[in-house]
């Protein structure tokens, strides 16, 4: 009796101030509908009426709903259905593999793009300086924090650091204190710091998407830096990824597999390859070592999945919507058999879809 529980979006929207509903959209009855594709469509039927000057949400799942209006007016760019559009709060994913597409919805030199982090459990950082990509790490909220190293935190004999204790450059498990009840609860986040006076941060993946399975140690910030290379160098536009291993077999060593569902396809599929590679050696010893003369890893492979894959694995998960990311890193081929049967019955005409298929590799060591 007088509890409920739900999602926190929900929560917050049922609970804003009166005068929220006079600049904001849209009305509450839509913005609490269950059904994300209800949502969608309604959503969307409000807003481009609306004179909308800020948006915020998750950067990937506010790409469905901007294209979804583009779609629904005719209109080429955001700019021309919200004219007076200029500032997106995102969060829950990383922007940059992002920030590209973005730029090409909305072409407008007044548009400007601040981070914010915050969960269920808390709001912890902000971005201050719209010149940096780190953000102000909230000190004064309630919250007590501590920081396992990274490297520690599998070991079962870890020591957490106080912010007293952190270092630059180094990868951070997020602990978390806080005045709501939590008590030393593990966020599944890690970080970053970029400063220490200010105390800034950066996110840098979760502690449990990842892939060491040959001892590589690729975090996801890892796989985002090089992914946006790839893209950049052959003009590719991804709109979701995720990669597992492939395991060594008799003489067979291990690799990557990659799958990505593009928006546009790169010009150069083995350059692609080659350039993720190359970067992802670049930004990660650990993983270079491996791949040295393919000592332990083999290139990887790169599959293009129909468009609509991921979008459907959601919908059978029960997860569409902006409360639910995509797991981009992950330790076992679960995920990946999950995404390649989808794109299998896609592509044979089981689910609708207008995209075809590929797989790029490398010959290049």
Partial sequence: KNSYYGDLSAILIDNLPFWADLIKTPPQE??????????????????????????AGVPS???????????????????????????FI???????????????????????????????????AIQDDPLRDDMLLMLDYGIFYEFIPLD???????????????????????????????????IGDTVQFTSLYPHKIKITGRTKLY???????????????????ACRETGAVFTEFTAGPVYMEGNKRGRHEWLIEFENPPADGELFVRVLDKTLQAVNSDYEAKRYHDITLEPPIIRHVAKGTFYEWMKQKGRLGGQNKVPRLWNDRKYIEELTDIHRK????????????????????
């Fill in 90 to 124: 995102h969060g829950g994913v990383s922007f940059r593999p992002y920030r590209d597409q973005y730029l090409q919805l909305i072409p407008s030199e007044k548009m400007h793009y601040m981070e914010a982090y915050n969960a269920s459990e808390g709001f912890f």
């Fill in 30 to 55: 839509i913005a609490l509908l269950e059904k994300w594709e209800e949502k969608l469509e309604k959503l969307s039927s409000v807003t481009v009426s609306e004179n909308v000057t800020s948006i």
């Fill in 152 to 186: 520690q935190l599998n070991s079962g004999n870890w020591k957490a650091c106080s912010i007293g204790e952190v270092e630059t450059g180094k990868n951070y498990a997020l602990v978390i204190t806080t005045s709501g009840g939590l008590w030393r609860y593990l």
């Fill in 211 to 229: 892939l060491n399975v040959f001892g590589e140690e690729v975090i996801l910030e890892n796989a985002e830096k090089a992914l946006e290379v």
């Fill in 346 to 365: 896609i592509s044979s005409g089981g689910f609708t879809s207008d995209a075809t298929s590929s797989a790029f590799t490398s010959q290049e060591n």
């Fill in 61 to 87: 799942w506010m790409l469905v709903l901007l294209r979804y209006i583009l779609e629904k007016t005719g209109k080429k760019t955001i700019p021309e259905v919200w004219p007076n559009l200029e500032l």
